[in-house]
Nanobody
Framework: QVQLVESGGGLVQAGESLRLSCKASGNIFRISTMAWYRQAPGKVRELVAT???????DYGDSVEGRFTISRDNAKNMVYLQMNSLKPEDTAVYYCKANVASSTWPNNYLPYWGQGTQVTVSS
């Protein structure tokens, strides 16, 4: 089994910054793409940013230029640096990882964290 645990959420004022972290643990052979999603009340979950094991990162239009995704493969962690936060960034942020276990090393399955709340006041 694989677990993802996010941390770093909180309450900040508009214009401030936060850094989210997510650690994957458990039966992990390899992790391909890692990503951050968010879901605001009454809205569908949306993609914030993705980072493959190697290659280029990608961002949603609403966060491009303000957020930066990165990962530490040795620690099985993914980060989201959020700058110039806006009230519309308020949401629960979830990390996701596509993980192959040692049992099935060629089969990648998606795993989600439990989410961390980010609230930005105006």
């Amino acid at each position: 089994q694989v677990q993802l645990v996010e941390s770093g959420g909180g309450l900040v004022q508009a214009g401030e910054s936060l850094r989210l972290s997510c650690k994957a643990s458990g039966n992990i052979f390899r992790i391909s793409t890692m990503a951050w999603y968010r879901q605001a009340p009454g809205k569908v979950r949306e993609l914030v940013a993705t980072v493959p094991s190697t290659g280029r990162t990608d961002y949603g239009d609403s966060v491009e230029g303000r957020f930066t995704i990165s990962r530490d493969n040795a620690k099985n962690m993914v980060y989201l640096q959020m700058n110039s936060l806006k009230p519309e960034d308020t949401a629960v942020y979830y990390c996701k990882a596509n993980v192959a276990s040692s049992t099935w090393p060629n089969n990648y399955l998606p795993y989600w964290g439990q989410g961390t709340q980010v609230t930005v006041s105006s």
